[in-house]
């Protein structure tokens, strides 16, 4: 099974404050992805990564920066967070030489700014 | 940009009778359509997809969903639902950015409550 892992399931941070999340995949999987959830919103895109170095802005880049220095590791950085960053944040991956599209989803970062 | 809309933030129905969760499409081109599912707590699980070929798609836990392209529709649906087919459904549409790389972009989820 594919396995999508985050380094935490819930964070409390303070405003101002630097803030990794971490994202690891098993699969090999070329593209990985980041996104924040909430209600009423959906899942909206932040960044995305499609190959070791290699990233692109997603639909709200506002205040992330990402970084991806190995295949199966992809880090979203807050560097400086602010109330309206808490949400779930959710890391996926999915296989680009496959070419299906399918998403495979971490259980998600509940991260609190107060 | 491709985009999927999800009418209904809300679905109820009791146990035992078929659901059905409804999502719109707006794409160029042929669509690629996904259907995920969100326990609580949880992260995203992949449900099923259309690319082409036949309009109705068959998924995990018996879910199904139909391609209607005259609609520009890609509603779920499940015969006889349960109580544990309560969460979160996002439907999903593939949109292929500037760069030429593929993306999802997902509509604001519906949560279907079944009663027992």
């Known amino acids: 099974d594919v396995k999508v892992t985050q380094s935490s399931r819930y964070l409390v941070k303070r405003t101002g404050e630097k803030v990794f999340l971490e994202c690891v995949q098993d699969?090999?999987?070329?593209?990985m992805f980041w996104y924040r959830q909430d209600p009423g919103l959906g899942l909206r895109l932040i960044y995305f990564?499609?190959?070791?170095?290699?990233?692109e802005k997603g639909d709200i880049p506002e205040g992330y920066s990402v970084s991806r220095e190995k295949k199966e590791r992809f880090s979203l950085i807050l560097e400086s967070a602010s109330t309206n960053q808490t949400s779930m944040y959710l890391c996926?991956?999915?296989?680009?030489?496959?070419?299906?599209?399918?998403?495979?989803f971490g259980p998600g970062t509940r991260l609190t700014v107060t | 940009a491709q985009s999927v809309a999800q009418p209904e933030d809300q679905v109820n129905v009791a146990e035992g009778n078929p659901l059905t969760v409804k999502c719109t499409y707006s794409?160029?081109?042929?669509?690629?359509l996904f259907w995920y599912v969100q326990y609580p707590n949880r992260g995203l699980q992949f449900l099923l997809k259309?690319?082409?070929?036949?309009?109705l798609v068959k998924g995990s836990y018996g879910f199904e969903a139909e391609f209607n392209k005259s609609q520009t529709s890609f509603h779920l649906k499940k015969p006889s639902a349960l109580v544990s087919d309560s969460a979160l459904y996002f439907c999903?549409?593939?949109?292929?950015?500037?760069?030429?790389?593929?993306?999802?972009?997902f509509g604001k989820g519906t949560m279907l409550l079944v009663s027992p």
């Open positions: 996926a991956s999915s296989s680009r030489t496959s070419g299906l599209d399918e998403q495979y």
């Open positions: 699969m090999d999987h070329e593209n």
């Open positions: 990564s499609y190959d070791v170095k290699m990233k």
């Open positions: 794409v160029s081109g042929n669509p690629y």
């Open positions: 259309y690319i082409t070929g036949d309009n």
């Open positions: 999903a549409v593939r949109d292929i950015r500037n760069s030429g790389y593929s993306t999802l972009t």
